[in-house]
């Protein structure tokens, strides 16, 4: 039997810290109940101190997950820190405090400026802090992959005697090249004492597009846990891709003797979802989740795949979730399939919820001939994007055509239920929109990305709308919409980012 590999899936986390793609609870626990159904190991599900809605994101989290998977809460090597994440923990199953400090010459120097000896001081302090609320604390050198290889070695065997029972290397500025990051894992193997006594985990950022390929290297020299997200969401570049790292494994257990128990069938269905919730599409190329990861389009490819498919492909798309949905939506659909599809889809609804889903459903399959998955989320995410939100959109006609000059009518709801009707002029039908969208929610703001794509095939598909906007502090907010026309879908969108932007200023306050 190959050695099992922990997968750590920090989506929630890491990958929220993607600019654009912070999520509210609700959209973390439709995330977190796709992870649990990927069977995942570790699941961490936020960095509790941060803010109340990353501590009630981890409550929520831990109780969802029960004992199927370990959750997990980041801290800094801070006592306030780890009290919080202790608490956010508390009624979990098999709970986890994730603490560290930065352990290059560039993090101790300039940004802790201290010593290495406070380095060590501090790490070992926060692990038995961290220790006397939890058996399972890991312990995370920051910037491992730019640190001296001695001074690793002494950090980590003083955290594993002072209790951590996994050790995080990362390479946080995504800078190693796979050899060398090996190395380094081989040299903590080889040169800690008490290295048998925790596990060695390892995360790795994208910024030279080589996260998969470290990771994997990691795993050949001993690692035995893997950080990584669901389309490689992270900071700046990303974090390591799930879907890639998992495939990796699976294609070379044998040489890397190592095994996960992710269950693959997941994989493009729980992309699929963390691209909708996020507004972060994803592309085309991309590794096994990408449109076009098993389309073949030379005529020489598809004839050679015709005659066996493993000529030019080394997986199978239904291993990993690529193949065509089973069950055909349309208007005469009931509720059981509805239910069926939706749960498939990671999502829950019971009762009202579930027929207001189904009328939404039913509204949506009398204009298609067909409900595909992407329309369901598109129509789930929809749903949840106008539940809480402080303006909503009643109405919105455009008058436009050669020789006319674009005029739109934008009707909006505003929370204490006031109804404002606005006309204006722009050099387009959208641009009018937006403009008397601004001239009622009066918020400033930069336009920065405007993306049109349809969510299925057909000339009746949805036309999907992702754009961002960027406040006057330089923070990021992406709205998304959707609709048959896609005038509607860009004010959805429109308002969408500025309902973001409103309520994360609102909770800041
Ligand atoms: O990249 C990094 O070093 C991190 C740590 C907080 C684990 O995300
Ligand atoms: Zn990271």
Same mark, same amino acid.
């Given at each position: ?139 995370? +050198?920051?910037?491992?992959?730019? #640190? ?5 070695? *002494? @950090?980590?065997? !003083?955290?594993?005697? &002072?209790? =951590? ?104 269905? +729980?992309?699929?979802?963390?691209? #909708? ?5 994803? *592309? @085309?190329?991309? !590794?096994?989740?990408? &449109?076009? =990861? ?29 193949g065509q949905s089973q069950i055909v939506l ?11 599809r939706?749960?498939e ?27 595909y998955d ?41 929370? !204490? ?93």
């Open positions: 039997m190959t050695r099992k590999i922990d997968i750590f899936d920090t989506t929630l986390r890491d990958g929220e810290q993607s600019p654009g793609a912070s999520m509210n609870t609700e959209e973390k626990l439709v995330i977190a109940r796709k992870l649990l159904q990927l069977n995942v190991d570790v699941i961490e599900a936020g960095f509790p101190i941060s803010s109340p809605g990353d501590f009630e994101s981890v409550r929520r989290i831990a109780d969802l997950a029960g004992d199927h998977a370990t959750v997990c809460a980041l801290t800094r090597a801070v006592e306030k820190d780890i009290d919080a994440a202790a608490d956010a923990l508390r009624y979990a199953k098999r709970p986890r405090i994730h603490t560290g400090i930065g352990v290059s010459k560039s993090h101790i120097y300039d940004k802790l400026r201290i010593d290495e000896a406070t380095c060590i001081e501090r790490a070992v302090k926060a692990v038995k802090y961290a220790r006397n609320y939890c058996e399972d604390v890991e312990f995370y +050198a920051e910037d491992a992959g730019r #640190s001296d290889y001695e001074f690793l070695a *002494q @950090v980590i065997e !003083a955290v594993i005697k &002072a209790g =951590a029972t996994v050790v995080n290397i990362p390479d946080t500025t995504g800078y190693s090249l796979p050899d060398e990051f090996g190395r380094r894992i081989k040299f903590l193997m080889d040169n800690v004492d008490g290295i048998q006594n925790a596990k060695i985990s390892v995360h790795c950022h994208n910024d030279l597009g080589m996260a998969t390929a470290l990771s994997l290297a990691g795993v050949a020299n001993g690692a035995r846990q893997i950080e990584c997200t669901i389309n490689g969401l992270g900071e700046r570049a990303g974090n390591t891709a799930m879907e890639e790292v998992v495939m990796g494994i699976r294609m070379h257990g044998e040489e890397l003797d190592a095994h996960t128990d992710v269950n693959t069938r997941e994989f493009v269905r +729980a992309s699929r979802l963390v691209s #909708s919730i996020t507004g972060l599409s994803v *592309q @085309v190329n991309k !590794a096994i989740v990408g &449109a076009n =990861a098993f389309a073949h389009s030379s005529g020489i490819h598809q004839d050679g795949v015709l005659k066996k498919r493993d000529t030019y492909e080394i997986i199978d798309p239904a291993e990993v979730g690529a349309t208007a005469r659909s009931g509720h059981a399939a509805l239910r069926h939706l749960e889809l990671g999502y829950e609804f019971e009762g009202k919820e579930l027929d207001q889903v189904y009328e939404a459903f039913l509204n949506l399959a009398d204009r298609k001939k067909e409900v992407e329309d369901l989320e598109s129509l789930i995410n929809e749903r949840d994007r106008n539940e809480n939100a402080v303006y909503t959109l009643e109405a919105v006609q455009i008058s436009c055509g050669f020789p006319l000059t674009p005029t739109a009518t934008v009707t909006l709801r505003n929370a !204490a239920d006031q109804v404002v009707t606005v006309c204006e002029c722009g050099t387009g039908p959208i641009d009018a929109a937006y403009k008397a969208v601004d001239k009622i929610v009066q918020v400033d703001n930069d336009l920065t990305d405007f993306v049109v794509q349809s969510v299925t095939r057909g000339i009746d598909a949805l036309g999907e709308v992702t754009i961002r906007v960027t406040a006057p502090d330089g923070e990021v907010f992406t709205g998304r919409g959707s609709d048959g026309d896609i005038v509607v879908s860009s004010t959805r969108a429109y308002l969408n980012a500025l309902n973001r932007l409103i309520s994360s200023k609102q909770a800041a306050r």
